[in-house]
Structure formats: C-alpha cells, structure tokens
C-alpha cells in the first residue's frame, strides 16, 4: 500500500546552519506533496507545497526539492533558527483521492536546533 | 490562522462511553477532516466530508462515525470509547482545489484518554 516515510526520526543542527529533511514515497503517481511544520501543542502548520510537474519550489528561507526518478523529497530550511524547532511531515496526495484532497502523511522528523 | 476550533480541548473518558468531538469552522471550506495522531504513526485519516451531509471513510474508520449537518460543523463520535482511542484527535479544512491540490489547515487538536 501507500506510504510516505521520513529517513531520520531526528535531526540536529547548530543555529544558523542549513537544515535538510528528507522523505521518501511510494505512489509514483503522486502528483502533490506538501510539508507542515508542527509544534509541541499544536496542530501542524503548512509551509509549502510541490506538484510533480517541478523540480523545486522556493518560499522564505524554505526549499522543497523533488526527485520523483528515485521518489524522493526533501524540505531545505535556510539559517536555520530556534523557532525553527517542532517535527515536520511530509505528506502526498492520496492514490485514488480524486477531488477530496486526501493525503497521506509520513511519521515525522524531529528538528532540533542548538544554540 | 485559519478559523478552525475544536471542542472539547481535552476530555477523560471511561471504556464503553460513547464520545463526540466537535470541529467548527468560520472559512466555509467545502472539505473537512478528522485526523488522529499517535507516536510512530503520524497522522491517520478516520473520516472526511465532502459537503453537508455527504462523509467517506479514511484509514482507520472503524469505531468511528461522523455527522456534517452544516457546512461549518463536523463531528466526530467514538460510539463506545476503547483505550486504543486514547490519542490526539486533528480537525482540518480544505478549500479543494480542482484535482485535489490544495493544502489542509488544521485545529489546535483535541487530547483524548480513555480509562
């Protein structure tokens, strides 16, 4: 079946440094992948997202990478900052979900960042 | 942020109780989720919307169902409440966009125990 996967449950990074967080798939028709950023206590925020027909997409100072030869995806985050910290998940647009906006989302990578 | 709240916030419970979660919108978006969250699962699919009274099963549907009686309120009832219940429960909306695309906004997240 579906499944989206995280290659590393944690990830710490020393304040200022480039973070990257990676995520693999497994629905090669995947058209839509999105990636949310969730802090301790909240609900998961959205940060961006990626169609299949691009390669890359760029917002403020995050980076969404996608190489669908190998099914892979990863989240770039630029300088990277205390606020910074919280789990993120990647998540694809569900095989068979049609109009309905189904996703599925993998497990999550816990960033931490080191003053 | 979006207009989505959840009620109750938190709420204990025994085995065997049945128990509805309340999901409220203000963005009158056409879809609506409900999630749960466990650790080393990410977040699971139980039900969605589609519009006012029309619901479909997600992932892990069984021992719960849903009512959408009006476009802005979406619940969730555990018809008779098990510890494997026990977990975060996420609300989210969607405006859903022509495929499918489009990201989900989610709820502050309702805690749920189940003794």
């Known amino acids: 079946g579906e499944s989206v996967g995280l290659h590393l449950p944690t990830l710490s990074v020393q304040e200022g440094d480039n973070s990257i967080i990676n995520c693999a798939y497994s629905n090669s028709a995947s058209d839509y992948f999105i990636w949310y950023k969730q802090e301790s206590g909240k609900g998961p925020q959205f940060i961006i997202d990626i169609r299949s027909n691009m390669d890359k997409r760029q917002g403020q100072r995050v980076t969404v990478l996608l190489n669908k030869t190998v099914k892979h995806l990863s989240l770039q985050i630029a300088a990277t900052q205390p606020g910074d910290s919280a789990v993120y998940f990647c998540a694809e647009k569900g095989l068979g979900s049609g109009n309905t906006g189904k996703l599925i989302f993998g497990q999550g990578t816990t960033l931490q960042v080191k003053p | 942020d979006a207009g989505i709240t959840q009620s109750p916030r938190h709420k204990v419970t025994e085995t065997g109780t049945p128990v509805t979660l309340r999901c409220h919108q203000t963005?009158?978006?056409?879809?609506m989720y409900w999630y749960r969250q466990d650790p080393g699962h990410g977040l699971r699919l139980i039900h969605y919307s589609y519009g006012v009274k029309d619901t479909d099963k997600g992932e892990v549907s069984d021992g719960y169902s849903v009512s959408r009686s009006k476009t802005e309120d979406f619940l969730l009832t555990l018809e008779s409440a098990t510890s494997s219940q026990t977990s975060v429960y996420f609300c989210?909306?969607?405006?859903?966009?022509?495929?499918?695309?489009?990201?989900?906004?989610f709820g502050p997240g309702t805690r749920l125990t189940v003794t």
């Open positions: 989210a909306i969607s405006a859903g966009l022509a495929g499918g695309i489009g990201e989900q906004y």
């Open positions: 963005e009158n978006h056409r879809y």
